[in-house]
């Protein structure tokens, strides 16, 4: 019993290896693995080039791209971010904050790695664009990550075609040269030429229609004698 289980177990294991084997040898599965290797190393360079492309048309932006965000009005307590400080606050402003929250709770006499630490805190409940620190918890609509959006499908759509037509050209101008040289070997080999032989033409669906009427008029002679 023992060796007939050993037996299917390994019959079991080369069938799905064999399996395994000829999934991976296929054409599909290799043209995926370098599609996605391809696709992941081309959305790094239009990444790059859209961030070149933001940073010179938002040169003028303060903050750049990432500035341009709409903080919606508070709509509870809590999107009104921490108490003396607020919802937003430009980034020059971070280090006053600091102290002057360290000096509310704990007096005037607050050592630097107390202002430090309570920097500290205040990072992790607020989120930089651009030059103005919000509040995670407040409703901030995000126009430069749609402009990016935008932009990088534009790219992205501009560049495909690109490729697209030059690989659809360079495959006309294979199929062209092709259909030259074998034109050219028939003229030296006619004999060789395959005979074409010509598709039946099927009759109109008037023709048809005239056919039937001539042979109705054919059956209905003999009765007009009569």
């Known amino acids: 019993m023992e060796k007939e289980k050993t037996k299917k177990m ?24 370098v599609g996605v290797v391809i696709g992941g190393a081309f959305t790094a360079i239009v990444t790059a080039l859209t961030n070149v492309l933001m940073a010179i048309c938002t040169w003028g932006v303060p903050g750049g791209l ?16 921490m108490d003396g400080i607020g919802q937003t606050f430009a980034s020059s402003n971070l280090q006053s904050l600091a102290q002057s929250y360290a000096e509310s709770l704990y007096g005037a006499d607050v050592s630097d790695t107390l202002v430090q630490s309570l920097k500290t805190e205040i990072l ?19 126009w430069g ?24 050209s360079i495959m006309n101008k294979q199929k ?22 010509p598709a039946e033409v099927k009759p109109t669906e008037l023709e048809v229609l005239l056919q039937i009427k001539e042979l109705l008029a054919k059956q209905q002679k003999p009765t007009d004698t009569k």
Request: hydrophobic share 45%; charged share 20%; aromatic share 12%.
């Open 176 to 197: 062209e040269y092709k259909a030259k040289l074998k034109e050219e070997y028939y003229q030296k080999h006619p004999e060789e030429r395959p005979v074409v032989v």
């Open 66 to 81: 990432n500035g341009l965000i709409t903080v919606l009005p508070a709509a509870n307590g809590l999107q009104k971010g």
């Open 10 to 33: 390994k019959r079991s294991f080369k069938e799905v290896w064999t399996e395994f084997k000829q999934f991976i040898n296929r054409g599909n599965a290799l043209n995926l693995a």
């Open 124 to 142: 992790s409940k607020y989120t930089l664009y651009g030059s103005v620190y919000v509040s995670n918890s407040a409703a901030v609509i995000n």
């Open 145 to 168: 990550a749609i402009i990016n959006a935008v932009i990088s499908f534009l790219i992205i759509a501009v560049v495909l075609f690109i490729i697209v037509k030059v690989v659809t």
